[in-house]
């Protein structure tokens, strides 16, 4: 069945690095723009980054341009989010999800499959 599959979280000092992956199977990951999504304890779901298909990036929010980077590994399925100097703010479930179409969006609805998502936690 169509998966995607999110691994690389966990507790990091401010300050620190995480590189989380996402790894999808049973559908042709060239074809489809992947997004990151993140949603922090009583906060709305928001869309942090997407590569398009033709390996363009996105940055969603402001804050973390400059400090996130997505980039995608067609060959290995992989689409990953390396972050560095994270924040407090940082913290969140994190979501990988297959875009609707060919372009990238931040928009939850135009996306159909979602992984099951990876806790960041930054705290001293």
């Known amino acids: 069945q169509v998966q995607l599959v999110e691994s690389g979280g966990g507790l990091v000092q401010p300050g620190g690095s995480l590189r989380l992956s996402c790894t999808v199977s049973?559908?042709?990951?060239?074809?489809?723009?992947i997004s990151w999504f993140r949603q922090a304890p009583g906060k709305e779901r928001e869309g942090v980054s997407c590569?398009?298909?033709?390996?363009?990036?996105?940055y969603f929010v402001d804050s973390v341009k400059g400090r996130f980077t997505i980039s995608r590994d067609n060959a290995k399925n992989t689409v990953y989010l390396q972050m560095n100097g994270l924040k407090p703010e940082d913290t969140a479930v994190y979501y990988c999800?297959?875009?609707?179409?060919?372009?990238?969006?931040?928009?939850?609805?135009?996306?159909?499959?979602w992984g099951q998502g990876t806790q960041v936690t930054v705290s001293a």
């Open positions: 999800a297959r875009g609707i179409g060919r372009r990238c969006s931040s928009a939850t609805s135009l996306h159909d499959v």
């Open positions: 049973e559908f042709t990951l060239a074809s489809y723009p």
């Open positions: 590569t398009s298909t033709s390996g363009g990036r996105t």
